[in-house]
Nanobody
């Protein structure tokens, strides 16, 4: 049983930074995997990155590599996505998702995640 709520989205200019947060609750929080996905209108959902309960991370999507950083604070039951050097192509609704187990080979698939937040809008203008 996991509940997720994203926050921190907004409208910024290219080159700016935003820090997204995902507040999690549930008894299984310390044993699950958390991930960030994003989806722009008319485009397919894109995996961004995932993090295990112990703080180890998956590879980042090539589109955000070197600019985004994921982190997790289990004591506060929070996950964050620090987004730097934002580009217009980063405009999307950003979702956090939770999986009750770490799927070493399928962590990048939406179907691997049972719980989803409501999403937070990120808009980057040029």
């Amino acid at each position: 049983q996991v509940q997720l709520v994203e926050s921190g989205g907004g409208s910024v200019q290219a080159g700016s930074s935003l820090r997204l947060s995902c507040a999690a609750s549930g008894r299984a929080f310390n044993t699950d995997t958390l991930a960030w996905f994003r989806q722009a209108p008319g485009r397919e959902r894109e995996f961004v990155v995932a993090i295990r309960w112990d703080g180890t991370t998956t590879p980042y999507a090539d589109s955000v590599k070197g600019r985004f950083t994921i982190s997790r604070d289990n004591a506060k039951k929070m996950m964050h996505l620090q987004m730097n050097s934002l580009k217009p192509e980063d405009t999307a609704v950003y979702y956090c998702a939770a999986d009750q187990a770490y799927r070493r080979n399928t962590y990048y698939l939406s179907r691997s995640y049972d719980y989803w937040g409501q999403g937070t809008q990120v808009t980057v203008s040029s």
